[in-house]
């Protein structure tokens, strides 16, 4: 099946990308626990964040390849039994970003301590366990893998097939221990979100790590990263609503070459089609049969 995949939809390596400045905080705070608020406050105190949002919206489709295959060896196997990934695999994804932020870090938390052990670590989480699981639900269950039409759709499209690969096939089902991303969150999400911070409190030491809440603001964070506090109020981002806008505004370019790749595939299916059995019918093969079939779909091909 993997090779069948890598047959299909096996795009050109893209340029790795290079790291200009040390890695200074990876924030491995569990999506839906303010994540895209903590990155914009990392922004506004000069810090580059590299946010789950990123991933998406990644317009070279080989760094979403590039996270999807790193998800599927660690939570598909490998034969060894063993997954590590360098720093130098690190840096070709992240580039010049000093913050690591949602899907990435939360992905791979103790991989990218052990790449970089000199970042700091910020264990952000949502003081309501219920109103985190509920906004999980909301969001990593009902805004993607609920969608049937994405599920065809991804088929079609390179892009949509490795964001596939990289949330629902491997990641979240990895994640929170599920056999799909519906089981692992509604079911497991929970003990699964507890279990998670206790291993980060395991792997970091206390000087190392700050456990944030949004509700926390400003002063611990900017203590903890010894930088000055901004005058400005914390900024507080991405409600269920907005988070639905951003997976529309990440799907509708991709459902639209989806969709373009679907008719191409569905019209040269026919012409392949109609191009067998003309063949057969007048006694010859499938391509002698073409110029006829160019005559009556001329405007296809």
Same mark, same amino acid.
């Given at each position: ?50 946010? @789950? ?120 089902? @990895? ?41 926390? @603001? ?60 003309? @063949? ?22």
């Amino acid at each position: 099946m993997e090779t069948l995949k890598e047959t299909l939809y096996n795009l050109p390596k893209p340029p790795a990308r290079t790291r200009t400045k040390p890695m200074q905080v990876i924030c491995v705070g569990l999506p839906r626990s303010a994540t895209e608020s903590l990155a914009v406050a990392l922004r506004k105190l000069g810090l580059t964040p590299y946010h @789950g949002w990123d991933i998406s919206f990644e317009e070279n489709a080989g760094y979403i390849e590039g996270w999807a295959k790193l998800a599927r060896a660690k939570w598909n196997g490998k034969p060894d039994g063993e997954f590590r990934v360098s720093r130098g695999e690190f840096d070709a994804l992240l580039g010049h970003c000093d913050a690591v932020v949602d899907t990435a870090a939360s992905f791979f938390p103790a991989e990218l301590m052990e790449a970089y052990p000199e970042a700091k670590v910020i264990l952000n989480t949502r003081k309501d366990m219920n109103a985190w699981h509920r906004s999980a639900i909301k969001t990593l269950v009902e805004e993607v893998p609920d969608r049937w039409f994405l599920w065809v759709m991804r088929l079609f499209c390179a892009d949509l097939f490795w964001l596939w690969e990289l949330y629902v096939t491997h990641g979240y089902p @990895g994640l929170f221990r599920g056999g799909s991303v519906r089981t692992g969150i509604v079911k497991n999400g929970k003990w699964v979100y507890r279990e998670y911070c206790a291993m980060i409190r395991g792997l970091v030491p206390p000087e190392r790590l700050l456990e944030w809440s949004v509700e926390d @603001g400003w002063e611990p964070l900017c203590e903890f990263l010894q930088k000055d506090v901004p005058s400005e109020p914390f900024p507080k981002t991405n409600d269920p609503a907005k988070f639905a806008g951003n997976v529309e505004r990440v799907l509708k370019p991709r459902y639209m070459r989806a969709f373009r790749n679907l008719v191409l595939t569905v019209s040269s299916t026919a012409v392949l089609t109609t191009a067998i059995v003309l @063949g057969v019918r007048e006694g010859g093969v499938p391509w002698q049969a073409m110029a006829s079939i160019r005559g009556r779909l001329g405007w296809f091909v």
